[in-house]
């Protein structure tokens, strides 16, 4: 099993910016990608990006290319977002999953609540 516990969420003004973090521990070994999500209140969880952990290739989704940089510390276990020219739009509890090689997302952290302000 792999534990997942993100850090860093709280309260900016629009045009601001946050930076998540996401530590890994337990079979860490067993990582093949990780990758952060959001859920806002009424909406089904939205995939934002997401690294290949041994070779860093990252990928993004359009609402957040540009505008957000998921990176990872191999040395330290722990992958980041970092989030610029947040929007209200953006405020959500954001998550972090990993996964293994040939699944799908089975490991989640307990989530970080991120609030922009108008």
């Known amino acids: 099993q792999v534990q997942l516990i993100e850090s860093g969420g709280g309260l900016v003004q629009a045009g601001g910016s946050l930076r998540l973090s996401c530590a890994a521990s337990?079979?860490?070994?067993?990582?093949?990608?990780m990758g952060w999500f959001r859920q806002a209140p009424g909406k089904e969880r939205e995939f934002l990006c997401s690294?290949?952990?041994?070779?860093?290739?990252?990928y993004y989704a359009d609402s957040v290319k540009g505008r957000f940089t998921i990176s990872r510390d191999k040395a330290k276990n722990t992958v980041s977002l970092q989030m610029n020219s947040l929007e209200p739009e953006d405020t959500a509890v954001y998550y972090c999953?990993?996964?293994?090689?040939?699944?799908?997302?089975?490991?989640w952290g307990q989530g970080t609540q991120v609030t922009v302000s108008s």
């Open positions: 999953a990993g996964s293994s090689a040939g699944t799908t997302w089975s490991y």
């Open positions: 337990g079979r860490t070994f067993d990582i093949y990608a």
């Open positions: 690294i290949v952990w041994r070779v860093g290739t990252s």
